[in-house]
Nanobody, 122 residues
Framework: QVQLVESGGGLVQAGGSLRLSCAASGRIFHINAMGWYRQAPGEQRELVAAITSGSTTDYADSVKGRFTISRDDAKNTVLLQMNSLKPEDTGVYYC????????????????WGQGTQVTVSS
C-alpha cells in the first residue's frame, strides 16, 4: 500500500558528506514520524535519527552535531544530511515511516525502505 524509496548512498572518504533521501508513495492519509536506521555487518539495526510530524527531532548520540534530519511533507520526503562522516558510520541505511492509510482509527502502519549502502573509507 505504501512504498518507501531511498537514494543517495555511496562510497565516501572519512570527513566527507552524503545526503540520503526517502520518498513515500501510495495510499497515504498522513505521515506521522519518519526516521533513518542503520545496520552494520553483524550488528543490530539502530536508530540514527527521527523526526515527528511536528518536526521534533531525535538523534543517536554518535551522530549528534554531524547529521541533520528534515522532512518535506508536500513531497512526503525525509532527508538525512550526513557531514563529517566516519568509518563507523558505514552500514545499510533504512528509511522508516509511520503512515496513516486512512482517517479511520487504528490505521497507522510501519513501513520500511529497501535500504541504501553507505560506506565510509578511512
Amino acid at each position: 500500500q505504501v512504498q518507501l524509496v531511498e537514494s543517495g548512498g555511496g562510497l565516501v572518504q572519512a570527513g566527507g558528506s552524503l545526503r540520503l533521501s526517502c520518498a513515500a508513495s501510495g495510499r497515504i492519509f498522513h505521515i506521522n514520524a519518519m526516521g533513518w536506521y542503520r545496520q552494520a555487518p553483524g550488528e543490530q539495526r539502530e536508530l540514527v535519527a527521527a523526526i515527528t510530524s511536528g518536526s521534533t527531532t531525535d538523534y543517536a548520540d554518535s551522530v549528534k552535531g554531524r547529521f541533520t534530519i528534515s522532512r518535506d511533507d508536500a513531497k512526503n520526503t525525509v532527508l538525512l544530511q550526513m557531514n563529517s562522516l566516519k568509518p563507523e558510520d558505514t552500514g545499510v541505511y533504512y528509511c522508516n515511516a509511520r503512515v496513516e492509510v486512512s482517517s479511520l482509527p487504528y490505521s497507522e502502519y510501519d513501513y520500511w525502505g529497501q535500504g541504501t549502502q553507505v560506506t565510509v573509507s578511512s
